[in-house]
């Protein structure tokens, strides 16, 4: 479907004529009314506007007003105040969008949004606008210097995120998110703070935040069907076909900006705007290493994927979501090593789940199921009925987040219990050592529903951080058989600083009710911060991740051995690495864990050279950083390390590990 006919350029607001916000050094957007006449801004120098805000100086001019840098003359506050030229002040649309930026930016009242603070009229009919002052530098400043790295385009997405939890929750929608519009200032040590400008074209639900003009007839019609608003280059696909929009236009317009914090580039470009709004409604999104991001994780780019979907029911469906998604993903790429950070030392509620970042397969790769039968155990799974659909779900989830790069990637993965892909299992069998290859249900998967409201009021209590009172509401419930599984991962985590055994306690509670969980962030958190420091419940954390936590507990005390807490904790660091050498520990640990161990065994040595083969077939990262370490000349004439490590062998593992870590493997 074409777009609308009249939109040539970029879409010129009123506003956004050629206005320079606040202390940014950035582009000005494109003027919007060339033949209107403009007053001279320095003619409001040294006044006092409205017996409160004396003109220092001019920070900015447009076709339509100009933004001045003021003071607060008993507050002693700068603060930027944005006037319309007087003869704007006669048309009212112009004055009504001028208003709904203030009633908007006056009612969200978020960090992360810069802040209106007052609005009135002068005596020369001018209207003005007195807002908090931005001092910092925009996104788009920033992006002309290069694409961001990873971690610093999570923080900065977050926070816009955040902002928009807050406005969308008003009813509220942006509209016109852009770079532009991001400002990040340096606050309280944090030099990427983020502060979202300019809701003069804001979605307002005016009706809702003063007194409604819906049925005033001389009112202003402010967005009407078939009219564009907003910028070109980072419009919804329904927004440049001038049809309604909710928030989800909002989530399109950060997912263009995420693209091109993380590649340079925007998915989308051309000069012709009525072909550039095209591309949004019909061109696919290219991949992220076509346009600069072949370094961009797998699982990021399925996040910004689903932000631009053509269709908005296909997005993320709120800002909320987002949020949990995104913190999810923070917390799955600081744990897997591709992300730098630490876990975090504690975490409210339940984790977030981790399988929606498995990359969607293309439609051709599906693969195709030979559904075999499965027998019934704690472990396993079984098709009842109308469970097939969800069965067939949760296995794909399984293999995919699971597939190591021997296994078969012909597409048809065969799920018979006498096929090589999975162990033999019959019921009632207990588990062998290697049962962690049998395919779990995802931590995020269907809990049992809280409808006693005494837990419930305990759950959100521990929401709120009253531990105190979660603990006193939920423990009576532990005892009993049919306590369900959020009341144990609930007082695990009130109780790891009261009483870590307690803690510990819960965790294993937990984990014997849905052992899946053995996976889930803030079991390894908890777990792994209570094994760190010396506390009662030492002894009992080390345990458990010795034998309670599958595969996944072997990388966390090699994590504890190795990782950035081994200089802060040298106790358990030296511990996690004794305890690694044990065999029922090294029997959970996958191949890629096992060859990393050995070769930390041998770090210094010429035994290291015995390691390269398995380290070619199966290392990962954590491998690659021992090679990485060994020196390129002996440190003496005597020594012979690491002349006797490096050669091809050295090489060729080096190489293929590499090419792995690219690959997301």
């Given at each position: 479907m074409a777009p609308p006919d009249p939109i040539d350029s970029p879409v010129p607001e009123p506003w956004d004529s050629a206005e320079v916000l606040p202390a940014s050094t950035g582009e000005t957007s494109v003027a919007g009314s060339?033949?209107?006449?403009?007053?001279?801004?320095?003619?409001?120098?040294?006044?006092?506007?409205?017996?409160?805000?004396?003109?220092?100086?001019?920070?900015g001019e447009g076709g339509m007003g100009a933004v001045y840098l003021a003071e607060h003359t008993l507050m002693r506050k700068r603060m930027a105040i944005k006037v319309l030229h007087p003869e704007m002040s006669h048309m009212p649309e112009v004055v009504a969008r001028f208003e709904r930026e203030a009633m908007a930016a006056a009612h969200i009242d978020h960090p992360n949004v810069a802040a209106a603070t007052d609005f009135?009229?002068?005596?020369?009919g001018s209207f003005f606008l007195a807002m908090e002052l931005i001092e910092g530098l925009s996104l788009r400043d920033i992006l002309a210097k290069g694409r961001l790295p990873l971690g610093r385009v999570i923080t900065i997405t977050r926070q816009i995120v955040l902002a928009l939890v807050r406005a969308h929750g008003l009813g509220i929608v942006h509209r016109d998110l852009k770079p532009e519009n991001i400002m990040l200032i340096d606050r309280e040590g944090e030099p990427d703070f983020v502060k979202v400008l300019d809701f003069g074209i804001a979605k307002v639900p005016v009706g809702a935040l003063a007194k409604s003009s819906r049925n005033d007839p001389s009112a202003p019609v402010l967005t009407q069907a078939g009219m564009v608003y907003g910028t070109p280059e980072y419009m919804a696909p329904e927004q440049a076909l001038g049809q309604p929009i909710d928030a989800r236009a909002d989530l399109y317009a950060l997912g263009i900006m995420a693209f091109e914090m993380l590649?340079?580039?925007?998915?989308?470009?051309?000069?012709?705007?009525?072909?550039l709004l095209g591309m949004h409604v019909t061109s696919p999104v290219p991949k992220m290493a076509e346009k600069g991001g072949s370094d961009v994780p797998a699982e990021v780019e399925a996040v910004i994927l689903r932000l631009l979907a053509k269709e908005a029911s296909d997005r993320t469906p709120d800002?909320?979501?987002?949020?949990?998604?995104l913190d999810g993903l923070q917390l799955l790429l600081v744990a897997s090593g591709r992300l730098e950070g630490k876990l975090p030392t504690s975490f409210r509620g339940?984790?977030?789940?981790?399988?929606?970042?498995?990359?969607?397969?293309?439609?051709?790769?599906?693969?195709?199921?030979?559904?075999?039968?499965?027998?019934?155990?704690?472990?396993?799974?079984?098709?009842?009925?109308?469970?097939?659909?969800?069965?067939?779900?949760?296995?794909?989830?399984?293999?995919?987040?699971?597939?190591?790069?021997?296994?078969?990637?012909?597409?048809?993965?065969?799920?018979?219990?006498?096929?090589?892909?999975?162990?033999?299992?019959?019921?009632?069998a207990s588990p062998s050592a290697?049962?962690?290859?049998?395919?779990?249900?995802?931590?995020?998967?269907?809990?049992?529903?809280?409808?006693?409201?005494?837990?419930?009021?305990?759950?959100?209590?521990?929401?709120?951080?009253?531990?105190?009172?979660?603990?006193?509401t939920l423990e009576p419930y532990a005892e009993k058989p049919s306590c369900p599984s959020q009341v144990h991962r609930a007082l695990m985590t009130a109780f790891k600083e009261s009483d870590p055994k307690k803690a510990i306690f819960h965790a294993r509670k937990l984990l014997a009710k849905r052992p899946q969980e053995r996976k889930s962030i803030d079991v390894?958190?908890?777990?792994?911060?209570?094994?760190?420091?010396?506390?009662?419940?030492?002894?009992?954390?080390?345990?458990?991740?010795?034998?309670?936590?599958?595969?996944?507990?072997?990388?966390?005390?090699?994590?504890?051995?190795?990782?950035?807490y081994s200089k802060s904790y040298a106790k358990a660091s030296k511990r996690a690495i004794t305890v690694l050498r044990q065999s029922d520990v090294r029997a959970k640990a996958d191949p890629a864990l096992l060859v990393a161990i050995d070769m930390r065994g041998s770090i210094g040595t010429c035994e290291l050279r015995k390691t390269l083969d398995r380290a070619t077939e199966v290392g990962d990262k954590r491998a690659l950083a021992v090679l990485?370490?060994?020196?390129?000349?002996?440190?003496?004439?005597?020594?012979?390390?690491?002349?006797?490590?490096?050669?091809?062998?050295?090489?060729?593992?080096?190489?293929?590990?590499?090419?792995?870590?690219?690959?997301?493997?």
């Open positions: 060339a033949t209107l006449k403009k007053v001279g801004p320095d003619a409001l120098l040294g006044t006092v506007l409205s017996d409160r805000y004396r003109v220092v100086s001019v920070l009135g009229k002068l005596d020369d590649c340079g580039v925007r998915p989308f470009d051309d000069e012709s705007k009525i072909r800002a909320k979501a987002l949020l949990e998604e339940t984790a977030p789940s981790l399988s929606r970042f498995v990359p969607t397969p293309p439609p051709e790769a599906a693969p195709v199921f030979a559904l075999g039968p499965l027998t019934a155990n704690r472990r396993t799974l079984t098709i009842v009925g109308g469970g097939a659909a969800l069965f067939v779900t949760i296995i794909m989830l399984a293999i995919l987040v699971g597939r190591k790069p021997s296994e078969p990637t012909n597409g048809v993965i065969p799920l018979d219990p006498s096929a090589s892909a999975l162990p033999s299992t019959t019921a009632g290697s049962s962690d290859a049998v395919i779990e249900l995802d931590p995020a998967g269907p809990e049992v529903p809280i409808t006693d409201p005494k837990i419930a009021e305990g759950l959100a209590a521990l929401e709120s951080g009253d531990s105190a009172k979660a603990i006193a390894l958190v908890v777990v792994r911060n209570l094994a760190l420091g010396e506390n009662a419940a030492e002894n009992e954390a080390f345990a458990l991740l010795a034998t309670g936590l599958g595969s996944y507990g072997p990388d966390v005390l090699y994590d504890i051995a190795y990782g950035d990485q370490s060994v020196p390129r000349k002996p440190a003496h004439k005597r020594d012979a390390y690491p002349g006797c490590v490096r050669g091809e062998a050295f090489d060729k593992a080096v190489s293929e590990i590499d090419a792995r870590s690219k690959d997301g493997g």
